[in-house]
């Protein structure tokens, strides 16, 4: 089976802009997790999606990040305005359930 | 709120030696599962081994192992003859089973581990 897809790679940016990443992941996986994993860090969740509802966004920013999940496929995860301390890697996870969670490569994002 | 702690930064050992990284962690969960992850330099998560918490016996998974000690809050891993393409971070994580659909992990800061020829 395919793996989680996300884009871009890579991305810099200056404070004050605004940014967004894609995810697309595996086929049938009802649920979708964004995490942040700051440098010398592990990863911490954002959002986490069910279909296309919010199970837990308790630690998202939601003064300068949003996302969404149109029709419980696809997300998109943007942040506006951005900060210096938003540099990071910005990792998408599927699962059925709790079980086969499948990370994907993550978006390193810095912030100049 | 759950926390997970790894107290070993880095760690090294020769290749084909035999290495255990420690990981404890903090819940009043009852009911609950345990995981490593390995995070290579193309930074994806891989799944290394997971342990139920209501299971007594230790998973183990090939060269993988894991001592759980669930009274002392312990989750340390067992790598047997290591290989060169065992160098990354490794994360220990926990995610709470208490019914509903919440499953998120909660890692520690991870342990850089380098296999040495």
């Known amino acids: 089976e395919a793996g989680v897809a996300q884009s871009p790679r890579y991305k810099i940016i200056e404070k004050r802009q605004s940014v967004a990443f894609w995810c697309n992941p595996i086929s049938g996986h009802a649920t979708l997790y964004w995490y942040q994993q700051i440098l010398g860090q592990g990863p911490k969740l954002l959002i986490q999606?069910?279909?296309?509802?919010?199970?837990?966004d308790s630690q998202l920013p939601k003064d300068r990040f949003s996302a969404e999940r149109l029709k419980g496929v696809d997300s998109t995860l943007k942040i506006q305005p951005a900060k210096l301390e938003d540099s990071a890697v910005y990792l998408c996870?599927?699962?059925?359930?709790?079980?086969?969670?499948?990370f994907g490569s993550g978006t390193r994002l810095t912030v100049v | 709120a759950q926390t997970v702690t790894q107290s070993q930064p880095e760690m090294s050992v020769q290749e084909a030696e035999t290495v255990t990284l420690s990981c404890t962690y903090d819940?009043?969960?009852?009911?609950?599962?345990l995981f490593w992850y390995k995070q290579p330099p193309s930074r994806q998560m891989i799944l290394v081994i997971r342990q139920e918490a209501y299971k007594q016996q230790n998973a183990t998974e090939n060269r993988f192992s894991v001592n759980f000690q669930k009274a002392a809050k312990s989750f340390s891993l067992k790598i047997s003859d290591s290989q060169l393409g065992d160098t990354a971070m490794y994360f220990c994580?926990?995610?709470?089973?208490?019914?509903?659909?919440?499953?998120?992990?909660?890692f520690g800061k991870g342990t850089l581990l380098t296999v040495n020829p």
């Open positions: 819940t009043s969960e009852n009911n609950y599962y």
């Open positions: 996870a599927s699962s059925r359930d709790r079980h086969g969670y499948t």
């Open positions: 994580a926990f995610m709470p089973n208490s019914g509903g659909s919440n499953y998120k992990l909660t």
């Open positions: 999606f069910q279909n296309n509802g919010v199970v837990d």
